[in-house]
């Protein structure tokens, strides 16, 4: 956060107001990610919400690729993410997907445990210590307790996305 403090207290390039420090944030490329995520999640969460406002989701259908881009923002290993900080990324991160493609049947709890689920499976698929890997016809069953109504097909790509694209949080 001291780049941060830096970039925002000492050059005065914005007020003080969450949605401007947030619009500011959102449009440099000169912040780490590692502050940024910290800053955002540490410090100022009322900024995270302005934040992940700015983000467009619009017709991006294929959701893990869309989760996997957003959490590059928050690396979870640099920024000493808890689970209840990545709790409520992916809550913050579900509403403004589900806003943004209103058209796609989506609630936002299940985006949620459609985000939640994809979460846990990349870590199923790719820790070295879990030797019996999670399968497809596993995922969807225990995806579609929590996620009535979603189709079976719909869960399928995104288990084939994440076993062939990689975890969604690196």
């Given at each position: 956060s001291s780049g941060i403090n830096a970039e925002y207290g000492d050059h005065r390039?914005?007020?003080s107001a969450p949605n401007d420090i947030a619009?500011?944030?959102h449009s440099s490329k000169k912040l780490k990610k590692e502050e940024l995520c910290t800053y955002l999640v540490n410090h100022r969460r009322d900024v995270l919400e302005e934040y992940i406002q700015l983000e467009d989701y619009r017709n991006q259908a294929v959701l893990p690729n869309v989760l996997r881009n957003f959490l590059q923002n928050f690396p979870a290993r640099h920024c000493n993410l808890t689970q209840e900080d990545l709790v409520l990324l992916l809550?913050?991160?579900a509403s403004r997907y589900v806003q943004c493609n209103p058209g796609n049947g989506l609630s936002h709890e299940t985006a949620y445990n459609i985000c939640f689920s994809l979460m846990l499976l990349g870590t199923d698929l790719t820790h070295p210590l879990i030797k019996n890997k999670m399968s497809k016809r596993e995922f969807i069953r225990n995806t579609r307790?929590?996620?009535?109504?979603?189709?079976?097909d719909y869960l399928a790509h995104a288990y084939d996305n994440i076993y062939l694209i990689g975890p969604v949080v690196r």
């Amino acid at each position: 956060s001291s780049g941060i403090n830096a970039e925002y207290g000492d050059h005065r390039i914005v007020s003080s107001a969450p949605n401007d420090i947030a619009l500011y944030l959102h449009s440099s490329k000169k912040l780490k990610k590692e502050e940024l995520c910290t800053y955002l999640v540490n410090h100022r969460r009322d900024v995270l919400e302005e934040y992940i406002q700015l983000e467009d989701y619009r017709n991006q259908a294929v959701l893990p690729n869309v989760l996997r881009n957003f959490l590059q923002n928050f690396p979870a290993r640099h920024c000493n993410l808890t689970q209840e900080d990545l709790v409520l990324l992916l809550q913050k991160f579900a509403s403004r997907y589900v806003q943004c493609n209103p058209g796609n049947g989506l609630s936002h709890e299940t985006a949620y445990n459609i985000c939640f689920s994809l979460m846990l499976l990349g870590t199923d698929l790719t820790h070295p210590l879990i030797k019996n890997k999670m399968s497809k016809r596993e995922f969807i069953r225990n995806t579609r307790n929590l996620t009535p109504g979603v189709d079976q097909d719909y869960l399928a790509h995104a288990y084939d996305n994440i076993y062939l694209i990689g975890p969604v949080v690196r």
